[in-house]
């Protein structure tokens, strides 16, 4: 826990550096200033993502030891050195506000850390994270992006723009275990940024965009395990629901045709989601919706920053994918622009999307049967699956939709519907939600994929309903609800902790986060290179690379060296 705390200190001081840099150069190119200066969190957010779109584009040259992140320290440095008045300014707003926040708000917060420290110092939840996420970091690490990586093991041809911001932090060269802990300090960055709401509440503001914040500490207890391992999915979800609260503070404060820091926020944060999960890509759609409108006003400055800011975060990672499949995106075979010799042949991608969409549905049943199943047949099996907060979701939703869609048609035979400016803005955020939602169910069901749309979701009508029947009419009973809804969200999960979870709590875990798990392995050569071989399972874990699980192999060395890459063996 002590190298997870300190890890976590470092983080967030680069990373606020980096993000105060980036809400500078933003600056330059709005209408209209803030008063205030952007949330703590939301800089440091901020600052992951350019620190993410930075070591994206140093894989594609070198690997990320310790010579660059010695050289990330020293931009840092060097740049604060230059502004350190105006960082200092910043740092002392935020001390002040901390000064004045409720104390009942510290302890909750103090809470929140410490379950999140013990969570990832624990013994990792996530069988991905044994399969690939540990072994790409590493090879991230150790080598520079490999050309056709994804020939020796379908999975390593996933790239997430998470795992490369992880294997920045990871600092596996100072010969310690593995610190995938960004996921832990991720949720710390969310709560702090929920706090502000909660406080806000309690300070009379009664918005929308302030119940939301608040909102997003309900459904804590699932993630808890998410923070075990750097999982894509949990940045995914809290990401989204950032991007969308953007986009209604902009509507409740009737700035969507203002140009200013929260646009471009969107517009980044969308982009940035992407890169991490491709899954997610509705919510483009709100990045999408904020170019139009600024092409529409034929601003074209503004269009000019918005594909710079885009083309930063995509290039890098396009890049990526190119070298470790051949293809611009993966699974996704239909772009096919390249022909490169380490090409993951179409049958290839073919099966790891179908492998997804399977398992999603009917996990551990083979994926060719479950595919070929109707939707009368997978979708009872499906929904027996679910766990029982799950259903509740599922039924919210339903249940909802159907109360709008009566609501809506209502309005329109009434024809009291007028399409304004705000209208337009809320069209747009349940378009992004709907599409989110359809996307995910009809494509991979498994509801840690699709959180982010429909979480939200049921947050909107809950936050709709509180402001008008709660609030509006008695504001502190509803601040004394919420509150306590966070406490418990807190206290159950704590208390199952201490109580239950032992081996969450063990004392070996202290100073040093939880010994990886160690898999019986073999050692094969193969074309020359020595191969370390899971027996059974299909997790490497922090295996020594290359390692790859017992199956088919099908692939060569390119050039007789692991840097040189992969390619497909070609069978007659």
Known sequence: ???????????TVIAFIFGFSIIQVFKYFIEKQDDIPVNFSIVVILGLIALSALTSVITLFSKIGWVINVLIVIIALQYLLINYKKVWAYLSYYYAEVKKANPWLKVLFFLSFILALIYSASPSQNHDDGMYYMQTIKWIQNYAVVPGLGAIHGKLAFNSNWHVLSALFGFSYLGIPALNDLNGLLHIMVVTYAFTGL????????ELATILKVLMFVPTFIFLKYFTAPTPDLVAIYLIWIAIIFLVKKIEEESLDVFNIRSLMIIVFCTYICTVKLSAIPISILAIYIFYKELRKKHYMHIVIIIIAVVDLLAPWFARNVMQTGYLLFPFEHIDLFNFDWELTKERIVWEAAWIESWARIPVMDADVVNAMKFSEWFPIWLKNLRIYDKFILGFI???????????LIILLKGKLVFNKINEGWFVVYLTLSAGIAMWFWKAPDFRFGYGFTLFFCFMVVAQLAKK???N??????????YTTTVVCYLIPLFLTFTYYNDVLDAKNLVHPSPVVKPEITKQVVGGQEFTITHTVKQCWDEPLPCIPPIKKEFELRTGDIQGGFRLVQRD
């Open 1 to 11: 826990m002590l190298l997870i705390l300190l890890n976590w200190i470092f983080i």
């Open 199 to 206: 406080q806000s509440l309690m300070n009379g503001k009664f």
């Open 473 to 482: 009419k008695k504001p502190k009973l509803g601040i004394k609800i919420l």
């Open 398 to 408: 339903l249940l909802s939709s159907v109360v709008y869609i009566i609501k809506t």
């Open 469 to 471: 029947h709660l609030f």
